[in-house]
């Protein structure tokens, strides 16, 4: 028999409903969106209410690695290193001058925690390699001057 | 039925066995790390590859991963095959630490034995090692992440297996986590297994962590005294003490596991308090002293008042061979027999439920898991016998149903079907339920109309017309059932259930050629208890009256702690304290010890080695695991033990209980049989024709059922209510119930046990707590006949309105209750600010 009472147990365990459990991925990203990365408390929110365990939500965040669960700048830079950015002027060139203008390497965020400097592997938009993104901005074309065009505007933001 | 051959040896093995299973029924044991018996295959680690040589399958595949077929010939120590095992283990080295000398795994470490059986001495890779941050996982289970080979085993058994999931895999790849959300002590009380499970020292248990290699230990099969299911363990002790505790195999019991009370439990035998020195009127004496003493005294009451002012007080944690040794000696006395329950009630469930059993119904443990229809009534699998639970879920993992009847808000690791009805209304359920099952398709409906207008059974119940609608439900599966078990508490049930329960066991047994029947009892040895426990409905109950008025002025309490259970606390001390002799037999600090006036220390089970029967009637062998004494751990203040010879055992006077009831029967001037002294069981067989079998020796009688054929089963009693009604409007039932940690008498005395019992709670129904403005997490007062005590509110849907549930905590003084039954009015619940 199929039952579909809510199972509670002062020793733990729960019986999670498939319909909610779908919802995870998608409600991690509405979380991940609030913060830049997934708080403690929004894993544990998120399990809540999907009745699921904070275990089970944190087990399925921490395997995606689009899903952060450390703190992040305010603007995180993803330098492309696919093939296209690679071979048309250096991908490595790119994130070199990034990681010099920031003072920051790779997987770090600069110490006033405005930036975050990653690579990911395609941003496909090879044809107007090499690319960037921030946050949800893709910049293409990229040139030192364009580089520090947009840091400086990004930095003049705040 | 596939035949193959493996290593040129041909076996015929059940379609579906894996190639690595069909091996081991050859005695070729595969090497694996994440293949369990218990848990299936995943293939994560790569370690039983083998050489298929003919057949479907060609070259190095994984053999626990393919199923057996006709015609394959397989190679486990074909060159490739032996090459690539090597790989495999050196590719696990490479992120295992090389640190196994301060490991706590090193020594029974599953990695380790196959690194060196792989001959892998060298390290090739110089790259540096993966390595994560380890969490507190609580009291009993210390954490190494860095040690992990990634196999798998801990998040299978703890999720699939057992249903708890704040235990589990993060990450991916090669970042692979095994942890919690966050640290804390896990949730699941069978997290014990984790450390028998893991192939290396990813998990390891921390009471024991660095006291022993396993080759330090003495290490023999034991018994776990925990509850009545009787799980078989392995004890490992050292320097006069007991270490460790670990799951044995037994296929027709516990299966490969056990729960974490019987686990973490053991510390009693250890414990400094330990009453080890016999004592008159509070003065150490030595034992024949003491024992020469009690017999002058004894003999002076029986002399002055006669043999009924001698009463005794049995126990159910007792050996076999103690409570057939006290038996006889009150036969010889002309004493009135022991009691071995404090109250009638449970003294007569016990009895009709061993009645009820016989060869053909009862099922073990392990059969339960094979069911496709479980109905459980008037139990709490986690908390009066845990690895019930377990088996209810390896059943429910099958597509089985499973209907718990219980006023209780029962905790199972699974869903299932839970009709929450109070005590008084569980026959009620339970026959509307078979009537409703064993009647033919046609009367349905007008059976159910008549349902319907019958009010009468569930009264004053709001959730009736939910009850009803899934015993209709039920009873439709329970038709369709081939392999139904019914199981029973004894605890908590009226009078009539256990013999409800069993009378239908049998019809449904002749009715569909199969059905299980399986009763949870009141402690290790309450089976034996029943059997050997007087025919009447006497209880201790009765002899605190008989101590009242003067006519008992003696009492043996052998093994017996009376406070454990007596509801009434005063009343027993002031009862007690009217005696001339209260001699106590034990080996734990109880209060009745502090009571004695002359006290002998007896020997625990890990010490003499006993027999005990467990709930289903299997007799089981505990071996002697070590002699005993004072841990050298407390001795020197922990430091080397005394490089002189002395004499005796230091803190080694206890003896075995029934050793020293022989011994009081000799200062008594009776003579006991000899051959007693040898096989002391050689008594017992003659007091119970079941137990017949114990006359000649008891070693080849280990996992023996001693059950009937055909059981003489106490009648079902023509009055099928129970005494206990609903009461008044208002009223509320105060039931009295076990729980897995801290209402159990020998593993309250750990201290780890202690740490995780958590916060007395009173458990409500949320109707019942809306009613009294209650919410969860107040603190109320509850006033009861004798005092007052605190608690913490838990409401819950999940239970019968009109009961309250009070586990019984030792911190709690539930003894103030004054009697086994209680109702309480509203007014004596009241709210703390």
Redesign the interface.
Known sequence: ???K?E??????????DPAKQSMMLAALYIAQEQNGYLT?EA?QQVAKRLG????????TA????LFRMKPVGRYVIQVCEGISCYLNDGAERVADYVSEKLGIKLGETTRDGMFTLETVQCLASCGTAPAMRVNDQLYENLSPAIIDDILERLMGEV | MPNLIIDDLPIEVPAGTKVIEAAEQLGIIIPRFCYHKALGSVGACRMCAVKFLQGPFKGVQMSCLIDAQDGMVVSTTDEEAVAFRKFIIELLMLNHPHDCPVCDEGGQCLLQDMTVAGGHSLRRYLGRKRTYRDQNLGVFIAHEMNRCIHCYRCSRFYQEFA??????????ANRV?FG???DGQL???FSGNLVDLCPTGVYTDKPARFQGRRWDFERLPSLCIHCSLGCNTIANARYRAVVRVEARFNDAVNGFFICDRGRFGFPYTNQPERPRQARIDGNESSLEDAVAGAGRKLADIAHRAGPNAIACLGSRRSSLETQGLLNHLCQLMQWAEPDYFLDPLLKKKVKSAISQLDSRVAVSLRQVETADFILAVGVDP?GEAPMLALAMRQAQRKEA?VAVIDPR?V????????LAVPTWEMNGCLKLLMEEAMRKEDEKSAARDRMAAEEGWLRNNPASAEIRRQIA??AA?FQASRNPVLICGTDIVPEATPAVVGAWARSLLEEKGKCGLFYVLPDANAFGAGLLGAANDHAFLETVGAIERGEVRALIAVESDPFERFPDRSRLEQALAKLELLLVLDYVPSPMVQQAHIFLPTSTLFETGSTFINQEGRIQIAQPVYHGGTPLSQMNGGGHPPRVYAGGLPGGEPKPAWQLLIDLAGALSLAIETGAVENPLSLVASAHPLLAGLKNTSSLLDGVRCLPDVADAEPVPADMDPAVGPGTENELQLLFVDS?FGAEELSQYADVIRQVE?EP?LYMHTQDAERLGLVEGDRVLLTLDAGAIEARV?P?Q?MAPGTLVLPRRRKLEWQKAKSFSTRVTPDRIEKLK
Do not use: W
């Not at chain 1, 199972?7 to 999670?16: H, Y």
């Open positions: 028999m199929n039952t009472k199972f509670k147990s002062p020793v733990g365990g729960a019986i999670v403690k894993v699921m365990t904070p275990g089970d939500v944190y087990s921490s395997f995606y690695s | 249903g708890y999931r704040d235990l589990g895999p993060t990450q991916i986590y919690r959300f966050e949730e699941s009380p986690l149903t808000p905790p199972l690791p699974f869903s299932f079907e839970h439900q039920l599966l897995i958590g709670c838990c819950s999940s």
